[in-house]
């Protein structure tokens, strides 16, 4: 994967931190409900899902933490989930 590829990826996925952390905000502040849409995808979610929506934004991170690890020429360990 080129840099600029990572770039990419890396301003793809701040995008979609920022969306989720929103969410979590209007539902943490009252909102029962909450739209998610970064022009791919649209996610409809509602207090109920908070938890959903913590485990994303950790993923997200995640991957953010990852691909920055690798931009800066870092080695990346991979542990499965299963």
Same mark, same amino acid.
Do not use: H, W
């Given at each position: ?7 990419? +990826?890396?301003?793809q996925l701040? #995008?979609e ?5 929103? !969410? ?5 502040? %009252? $909102? ?11 996610? +409809?979610?509602n207090?109920a899902n #908070?938890r ?5 934004? !950790? ?5 953010l %933490? $990852? ?9 990346v ?6």
């Amino acid at each position: 994967m080129t840099s600029e590829e990572l770039d990419a +990826q890396i301003v793809q996925l701040e #995008l979609e931190l920022t969306q989720v952390r929103t !969410a979590i905000t209007a539902i943490l502040t %009252g $909102a029962q409900s909450y739209s998610l849409d970064d022009g791919q995808t649209r996610i +409809q979610t509602n207090r109920a899902n #908070l938890r959903e929506l913590r485990e994303l934004k !950790a993923d997200i991170e995640q991957q953010l %933490g $990852a691909l920055r690890l690798r931009r800066c020429g870092g080695v990346v360990r991979v542990i499965p989930d299963f």
